[in-house]
């Protein structure tokens, strides 16, 4: 029996989070849950919106099963995290509950699935990728300061080892789920250190899975190119910002946030989540689509080996996007979280 850390979350969190727990209790996976609290309630009623115990019930159980979470835009916003790690207190701040998670728990990869589903509008009909962003260093750390009133600068470190053993888990991926090819983004025309080395180790990685094409594509080329033909591409392997926006520019090519799960893969630990926000104005009204979050959930099952119940949620799924009666608005329908979770609910 596999144990999860659910972490709600904030906004439509819950409702989204509630309707996977309760679809894959419907499956039969052999999953047990144990709730956490983060977020906006986590810090009115205990300071932080990360408490510590959050971290330990994760790297106990291994799994969490994540909502969307508020952060603040701007300013000096921090969370700090103090703690005793591998015997020695630990201290530490991120700009996020997000990126605090993902570094405490050494989630060094993000993956994200993109494909279209049947009855999801979009302007594509065959697209079927995944990216996978390193996770842990670029700019997108905040390493940053001021240098005086009117200059900013942020650092951008990439390494090798970074770079490798997220290169290595995305083509052992590609591998194991018989896709054909990899493309790696980058600008290393211009950034020719950091990302002349991300390039570098990621066709150095490839070399090792002949069974697999290898190319890259300048970063604002690799953009246009999904918006114009999504379906040739494959695998796609991006430094930790170019990551973060190009999935969700993908995410659009198949009809946007609402539907695209995600999961963060460490050595240790996987936190598997909604990609998209807390959507606060809908929250509590029983509107909000729980589909990205059920992806997620699927994604989850299938990295603990609980296949033939991830299988029977996608396809329940995706019966009940292709015959349109029992879905959200936006996606079409009428129907409310907690329809549509009993209409997939029933088709199990």
């Not at 703690?83 to 020695?88: F, I």
């Not at 973060?244 to 946007?256: E, K, M, Q």
């Not at 809908?282 to 059920?294: Q, S, T």
């Amino acid at each position: 029996m596999n144990k999860v850390t659910v972490v709600p979350g904030d906004g439509i969190g819950p409702e989204v989070v509630g309707a996977t727990c309760a679809i894959i209790k419907a499956s039969g996976a052999k999953v047990e849950f144990e709730d956490v609290l983060v977020g906006l309630r986590a810090e009115k009623e205990h300071g932080t919106p990360l408490p510590v115990n959050v971290l330990e019930s994760i790297e106990r159980n291994k799994l969490a099963l994540k909502g969307p979470t508020q952060t603040p835009f701007g300013g000096n916003y921090r969370i700090k995290i103090e703690r005793m790690r591998g015997g020695k207190e630990w201290r530490a701040d991120y700009p996020s509950i997000a990126i605090a998670l993902r570094k405490e728990l050494q989630l060094f990869v993000n993956v994200r699935p993109i494909k279209n589903y049947p009855g999801v509008a979009s302007r594509f009909d065959k697209v079927d990728l995944v990216i996978f962003r390193e996770n842990s260093e670029d700019l997108y750390v905040g390493n940053e300061r001021m240098i005086d009133d009117d200059t900013a600068e942020a650092i951008k470190r990439i390494t090798r080892g970074a770079t490798e053993r997220c290169a290595r888990y995305g083509f052992e991926y590609l591998k194991k789920t018989g896709r054909r090819k990899m493309t790696i983004g980058h600008k290393a025309n211009v950034l020719k250190m950091t990302d002349g080395l991300f390039l570098k180790v990621g066709q150095e990685v490839g070399t090792k899975y002949p069974e697999i094409v290898c190319d890259s594509r300048v970063i604002d080329a690799l953009c246009m190119e999904l918006v114009i033909k999504p379906e040739t591409f494959d695998g796609l392997l991006l430094a930790n910002l170019f990551g973060d926006i190009v999935s969700d520019l993908a995410a659009g090519l198949v009809g946007g946030l609402g539907v695209a799960p995600g999961a963060n893969i460490g050595p240790d630990c996987a936190m598997f989540e909604a990609v998209h926000g807390t959507a606060p104005d809908i929250a509590g009204k029983d509107i909000a689509n729980p589909m990205a979050m059920i992806l997620s959930g699927v994604l989850m099952l299938r990295h603990i080996g609980e296949n033939d119940a991830a299988n029977r949620i996608d396809a329940a799924l995706t019966a009940v996007l292709a015959e349109r009666k029992h879905v959200t608005r936006d996606l079409g329908g009428d129907a409310g979280t907690k329809r549509f979770t009993d209409a997939i609910i029933a088709k199990l």
